[in-house]
């Protein structure tokens, strides 16, 4: 078939067959990628049997929940980001913290504290490095912002994340800090180790059949929002780790790669000073709250 032929069977398909109310975004994305799907099976010669093997790797990877995890890792939670990113240079946004990708392991309902917390509960002591971590929010003219909400989380030594590792303490390594008077964070807690995919998941399933590995750096995810802002999600990675710049998720990025200081003596420990830096909200950029379903403990 050609590909006209091809759009005029899905429109008289999808299009022409609505005889009831239509929601027309819905039909408008519909059309396009069932277009496409159909323009590439043609194209490839793609044979039933494939077809089908695609249909039962979405059912493998539903029965997992990995859909939030084969996003990353095929680059489309990426993309998302480097769109959101021109929509903001477009709107004449610059000038803040680099977003990085969300990722499928927030939780929603982390312990709040102003200023400072510690975010591991020590059952990881015997093995870690303790880290302290601070920094202050800053926004519009380079002032400090009191009264931000730093969501932080990350995994543990075994690049596993409370909640979805039910051996952890409930949001072990996950917290609500508010800044101070003077915009300041601050929290201690273990320096994480790099994340893998499920050995036997769908997202590792089809890395293997791309040739590729399915792991991330060690990392630490944030949420910072304040009022008249525009939330940042974004997450700073440890100098050092051998996947820093070969990240399965893409989520590496210059200026989200802080020094992390050493210090020895009694109680050694690393240090991290990472600033943030907000974008005021703008009604000229779409939305940088992005709605998904999220796990909430
Ligand atoms: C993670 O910890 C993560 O941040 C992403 C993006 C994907 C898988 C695990
Ligand atoms: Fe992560």
């Known amino acids: ?159 596993n994340y409370s909640f979805f590792d039910k051996s952890q303490s409930a949001f072990n390594l996950r917290r609500s800090i508010i800044t101070d008077e003077q915009g300041r964070y601050r929290f201690r807690s273990i320096m994480p180790m790099g994340y893998a995919c499920p050995p036997d998941g769908a997202t590792q399933l089809l890395l293997d059949q791309l040739g590729r590995h399915g792991n991330r750096p060690a990392h630490i995810h944030f949420f910072v929002t304040a009022n008249g802002y525009r939330k940042l999600t974004t997450q700073i990675n440890i100098d050092g780790d051998e996947y820093l710049w070969d990240d399965f998720a893409f989520a590496s990025r210059e200026g989200l790669v802080p020094e992390v200081k050493r210090t020895g003596g009694a109680e050694p420990h690393a240090t991290i000073d990472f600033d943030f830096h907000l974008l005021p909200e703008a009604v000229t950029a779409p939305s940088a709250e992005v709605q998904r379903v999220r796990a909430a403990a």
């Open 1 to 159: 078939m050609t590909h006209t032929e091809i759009d005029a069977l899905v429109k008289s398909w999808i299009v022409d067959t609505a005889t009831r109310p239509v929601n027309p975004r819905v039909q408008q994305i519909a059309v396009r990628l069932l277009g496409d799907l159909y323009k590439a099976i043609e194209d490839l010669d793609i044979q039933p049997s494939e077809v089908w093997k695609g249909l039962e790797y979405l059912t493998f990877t539903g029965s997992r929940n990995e859909f939030g995890l084969l996003a990353p890792g095929i680059g489309l939670e990426r993309f998302l980001d480097m769109r959101a990113d021109e929509a903001e240079a477009k709107a004449g946004l610059t000038g803040g913290t680099p977003r990085a990708i969300e990722g499928p392991l927030y939780v929603a309902g982390a312990p709040e504290s102003v200023g400072y917390a510690r975010l591991d509960d020590g059952t990881e002591s015997e093995q870690a490095e303790v880290l302290f971590m601070q920094g202050i929010v800053y926004g519009k003219d380079g002032k400090p912002v009191p009264n931000a909400r730093v969501e932080v989380w990350h995994a543990n030594l075994m690049g």
